[in-house]
Structure formats: C-alpha cells, structure tokens
C-alpha cells in the first residue's frame, strides 16, 4: 500500500510525496502497469495503467475476453514477461525491475503454474513428472522423492506416483500438473484455463480441488475466460481493453 512518511511525532511529514510501505499481508502489488508493443509505427497497449493488490491466501480469478490483456497479465504476474512501465512486487521483491536471469529465479521459488495443456513430459511417470522443479533447484534425489510423493498425495494421486500420462485421465493429468506446481511450495499457485482440455464433470472436480488447497492456505490466481469458473474465486477482477473494469469481492 502507499502512505505518506511520517515524521518523529507520527505526524505525516511534509515531503511532498509518498512512499512505497509493503502490508505484511499483500503478496502482490502492481502500480500502474503498462504492457505495449510496437506494431510498425503504432503502438498497442495491451495493459493501460493496471493497479492491484493480492493478499497473502486470496483465491483470485482474472477474467476477461479475448484480447482483453488478461493473458497479457497473467505473463506479467508468472514473470514470464516485464512490463513497459509500472513497478510490480511480489514478496517484497521489485520483479519489474529484474534481468531474465533474476526473473527465472523468482519464478522457480515465487509461482507454480498450471496449464491448460497439462504440459507434462509424455515418457515420464507422475513421479518424475512432479520431480521436476525440484531437480532444477538441485535438490538432492531422496529428498525429491518424498516431496514428490507428498505433492501427489496432495491431490488424491498417492495411488498413481508410476503412471505415466497416457496411463491416466485428463483430470489426473491436471492433477499431477497441480501437484508438480505445489511441489516447491510457491507462494502462489497460477492457473492459466486449468479446466479448458476438461470435460464439465471433471471440470468440477478439478475446481473442487483448487478449494480445497485454497483452504489449506495456498494463494491461488486463475486466469480464465469461462463464469463458473471465475465464480468459483473468492475475488473476481475483470479486464477489458487492457483495464480493469470491475474488482468485486463474490465470497
């Protein structure tokens, strides 16, 4: 949040500005965020000026329609992109001013993501699938082992750590997709579509799931297009022409 510095009598001071003081609750921060792209001569802002806060726990979906700049969004959030101009922070980390290098950083310790496509490795097993992140972080292979099987029990697998996907459902496969984001322990869970390759039943399901580890204290971000699932959110932020139209709080 923003507020005015205070002088030794816990009196606002006058500096003629303010200053950024992070709430030890707020996860992220985005302030005034532009994303633009240079089309030949012209340019295309895909996000004009976007403020917003994400507390520590929320369950969060960005909804928006095609071309609104939600996915534009989401890849600033995932820090899989930076914006042209605005500060974003995540953790008390000022990601909009870091290197890819930093950036790549962040998001192995930061974001789990989850896919609409599962993105899973086709001749490995749900073990090794979920294992992942955490040989990219060199964690020694016992260790791995057991938070891999930790995270697939998470999510109802335990049963399924040898199968590899194409021995499973698409619904196991988001769900194993779900357990190798949890698997670093993130402090946010990104969803891009999670139940778009899904039927409705299974659909359900997989939102079912999301509630259930938003209980457990995770932060989760979904980024979608479809209603029911966005109402499945506690809090709602809908974009239109790279803005914000409406922030609503729905439970």
Known sequence: MYRFMEDGNGKPAATGFETFVESPTTLISMRNIWKTYQ?????????RDV???????????????????????????????????????INGNLVSDMTDDELARIRNKEIGFVFQ?????????????????LIYAGMR????????????????????????????????????????????????????????????KTSIEIMHLFEKLHAEGNTIIVVTHEHDVAERAHRVLSIRDGKIEKDEKIK
Not at 40 to 46: I, N, P, R, S, V
Not at 167 to 173: A, F, I, N, T
């Open 39 to 47: 089309m030949g001569t012209e340019e295309l802002h895909a996000l």
């Open 51 to 89: 403020s917003f806060e994400v507390k520590k726990g929320e369950y969060l979906a960005i909804i928006g329609p095609s071309g609104s700049g939600k996915s534009t969004l989401m890849n600033l959030i995932g820090c899989l992109d930076s914006p042209s101009k605005g500060e974003y922070w």
């Open 141 to 200: 292979s016992g260790e791995r082992h057991d938070k891999a099987q930790a995270a697939l029990a998470s999510v109802e697998l335990g049963d399924r750590v040898t199968h590899r996907p194409n021995e499973l459902s698409g619904g196991q496969r988001q769900r194993v997709a779900i357990a190798r984001a949890l698997v670093n322990h993130p402090s946010i869970l990104l969803a891009d579509e999670p139940t778009g390759a899904l039927d409705s």
């Open 117 to 133: 496509t599962f993105n899973l490795l086709a001749r490995a097993t749900a073990l090794h699938n979920v294992e992942l992140p």
